[in-house]
């Protein structure tokens, strides 16, 4: 088969450079170019030795043709790099949150940016292969979801759409540093981030309406809400999101086997989403596109305790956008992304 032609906005950040390691290795995508601003002008490989192999020059604008384009730009700015492309035909994955909500006033309230074409954002798919494969696979503007949704509504996902919880659901998330991004700030130097554990934007997360969001569409209470606490933590990839959920009345009587069965059976034949009999660590995803989710009932409280847990720059980020670039140009799901995690 013909190979498609793909580029990269922004290849210079974490999320960016990520997608080059795997797009250079897909059996059906021709990377023919990568943006970047400072490192415009130089070799991908001066930059990012490891990516030498690709002999790409990074350029300030994409220089080719492509069929599919990737944006790893920030948000805001990434809407504007890609509305002009995608009116020219081509199909986009971004990275950034810039399509995800589909509330324009959601915006200026967790972005602080009026939406520059609010017009696109029910058109756009919210990429999470697991609830949206079939409009995915329709798709010419793929909105690749946060990595902490990502871990969040995989873990609960089962939960709500069985109408098995009340709606009032806790998120309580850790990142690896490589979630704030590759551009230096005090918080994430070594000395203040190694030996470290904290929270952070205690007050409202831009990634809580996109949990809600996504979550609110398997529920059909319209009260759903969620309280979800990030904290950074000294590891370089991976998120591991602990949550919350009270069993309602009358429901989960079976007990672990019923609560194993619905995860089970929800996540049947996902290539990616693997329901594990035991509690799920990051290593065991380090450089995966996997998602290991792990339920738990804790019947003297009532309660179901849901572990999500993702590499957060690969099924977080460049390994989902892959997926769903797949998924959209009819090649198999994994091709590209079936690599087994990094152990130690
Ligand atoms: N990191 C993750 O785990 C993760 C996960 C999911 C989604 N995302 C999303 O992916 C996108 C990229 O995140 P990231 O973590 O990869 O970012 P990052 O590592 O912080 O990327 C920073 C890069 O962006 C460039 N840049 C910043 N502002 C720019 C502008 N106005 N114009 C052109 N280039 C600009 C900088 O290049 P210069 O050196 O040229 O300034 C820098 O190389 C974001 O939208 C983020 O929300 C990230």
Redesign the pocket.
Known sequence: MKKIKAGII?V?????VELARILWQHPDVELVSVT????AGKKLGEVFPHLAVTGLTITAELEDHVDVVFS????K??AEVILPLYRKGVCVVD???DFRLKSPAQYPEWYSFDHPSPELLEKAVYGLPELHRKEIAKADLVA?P??YPTSAILALAPLVKHGLVETDLIVDSKSGV??????LTLPTHFAEQSDNVRAYSLSGHRHQPEIEQELALLDNSGRLQVTFVPHVVPLTRGIISTCYANIKPGKLTGGQEELDQVYQQFYRGEPFTRVVQEPPETKHTWGSNLCLVYPVLKPKTGKVVAIGVID??VK??AGQAVQNMNIMFGFPETAGIDALPVYP
């Open positions: 922004n210079t950040g974490y999320a960016g970047g601003r400072s490192a790893a730009m920030g948000h700015v990434s990275i950034s949150a690749n946060g990595c490589s979630g704030a991004g590759r551009t957060n720059l977080g980020a």
